[in-house]
């Protein structure tokens, strides 16, 4: 059964009423203000839809998780990262970023980052809850990522690369970063074989609600970002 969220309502049904197939539908309607998306993360919940369809919310089981001590670097990665030909800045493009990953891709039809997502996300940004990694080469965005921030959880949103490996380059000083400052999960939605190669892992709905609900506790870090994460040499 899906619950059509209205305007005014604020809460989501539980998470136990979500569909089995599609994996993880909990409810359609409703809208993209700030306030909604803000109890929606924090209740482990994110839009996903296409363009011109009511905003479908979703909570797979299992969820698509990377721990950030259990990063995984390939040589091969390992080898880029330590070139430094790279520069990664934080919050300095967030809207390209964001228009960027929206890009047609080969291996899919359409983009579920379309307008409508970028104004809400970018109001996120704008409160300093959403936030972009970037890495540019010769002073050209060349890769990147967004996502949530609250309390010690970080929401994943979506990458993309321009340059090979510049997503990744940008991922691994999140992680790393996001490990200093002490967070304990990243979300990563749906399970990816990109991703998987980087260390995340599924784990149960109800496991990932527990550790969720014992993040995003923590003082948040509504502010324009700035690291201190070098790779080393």
Not at 89 to 110: H, I, L, N, Y
Not at 196 to 220: D, K, T, V
Request: hydrophobic fraction near 40%.
């Amino acid at each position: 059964m899906i619950h059509w969220l209205t305007q005014n309502n604020k809460h989501f049904p539980p998470l136990e009423m979500a569909l089995h197939e599609p994996n993880g539908l909990l409810a359609a309607g409703g809208d993209l203000s700030p306030q909604r998306l803000l109890t929606a993360y924090r209740c482990g919940i994110f839009p996903w839809f296409n363009q011109g369809e009511p905003i479908l919310w979703w909570s797979p089981d299992p969820r698509m998780v990377l721990f950030p001590s259990e990063l995984k670097i390939s040589r091969s990665l390992h080898k880029t990262l330590k070139k430094h030909h790279y520069q990664i800045r934080w919050d300095s493009a967030f809207t390209e970023v964001m228009q960027a990953c929206a890009a047609p891709r080969k291996e899919q039809e359409g983009t579920w980052i379309h307008p409508e997502m970028v104004t809400a996300y970018t109001e996120l940004h704008q409160i300093g809850v959403a936030h972009s990694v970037e890495t540019w080469i010769e002073g050209k965005l060349a890769g990147g990522l967004y996502g949530i921030a609250l309390g010690r959880m970080f929401f994943g949103e979506s990458m993309f690369s321009r340059v090979t490996d510049a997503s990744k380059i940008a991922f691994v000083h999140l992680v790393k970063q996001l490990e200093c400052w002490n967070f304990g999960m990243i979300d990563c939605q749906m399970k990816t074989r990109h991703l998987a190669s980087l260390g995340a892992r599924e784990i149960p709905r109800i496991e990932f609600a527990q550790i969720l609900n014992s993040l995003i506790i923590a003082p948040e870090k509504n502010e324009k970002w700035q690291f201190d994460y070098v790779y080393p040499e």
